[in-house]
């Protein structure tokens, strides 16, 4: 089955330590997003590619970075963790396109990171 | 400004029992509607969503939804619930033509035996 999958499920990382989640698909998805969600909040877009064009939310702290290597992979990097970063972790895909609004996204199972 | 209201956080319901969550949006623009639910520890799956057309859109899981233009709102009902519903439902919105989901905040259903 077409799918979005996300490694590692969970994520333990020590405060100010870099750590990188990864998020792959095998839908052919021109759109990658990431997403963080807090407890009982709904999910926060941090930013998503277009292709290769990087599109980042006016409020993602610049410790959020992220790569796309090809049209199947993409990564979070969060550079110096702090414990507020702890959060589940989201990565979706959709297609693109003129009627881009329209189309559903495809969201994997996440990664809850901790940070201790 | 755009945005997305669920009224209530949490709805409990027993078993077999009908609910309804609800979902109200203010746009001065186009949208497009979804409902997403999220189990413990997992993704969003996609429920359901209106594009145009007729108002009453069905969905997996024996969900459906009716979209009202006139009151800005887009209920989500099942006329019969299961415990495998619990989980945590959210209404979403995209804009004219912007990629970008706006949620709600979410409702928890609780669905007790």
């Known amino acids: 089955d077409a799918m979005v999958i996300q490694n590692p499920r969970y994520q333990v990382t020590q405060f100010g330590k870099p750590v990188t989640l990864s998020c792959s698909q095998t839908l052919n998805h021109n759109v990658m997003y990431w997403y963080q969600q807090k407890s009982s909040q709904a999910p926060k877009l941090l930013f998503h590619y277009y292709d290769k064009d990087f599109n980042n939310e006016a409020d993602t702290p610049d410790n959020f970075q992220s790569r796309r290597p090809n049209t199947s992979f993409c990564f979070l990097d969060i550079r110096s963790p702090g414990l507020g970063d702890a959060a589940m972790y989201l990565c979706a895909t959709s297609r693109g396109g003129v009627s881009r609004a329209s189309y559903e996204q495809y969201f994997g199972p996440g990664t809850r990171l901790t940070v201790t | 400004a755009q945005s997305v209201t669920q009224l209530d956080s949490q709805v409990p319901v027993f078993e077999e029992a009908p609910v309804e969550l609800r979902c109200n949006y203010s746009s001065s623009v186009s949208v497009y509607l979804f409902w997403y639910v999220q189990y413990p520890n997992q993704g969003l799956q996609l429920l359901l969503k209106y594009l145009s057309g007729s108002t009453l859109v069905k969905g997996i899981n024996g969900f459906e939804a009716e979209f009202n233009k006139s009151q800005t709102s887009f209920h989500l009902r099942k006329p019969s619930v299961h415990i495998s519903d619990t989980a945590e439902y959210f209404c979403?919105?995209?804009?004219?033509?912007?990629?970008?989901?706006?949620f709600g905040s979410g409702t928890r259903l609780l669905v007790r035996p």
């Open positions: 979403a919105v995209t804009l004219g033509s912007s990629y970008k989901l706006i």
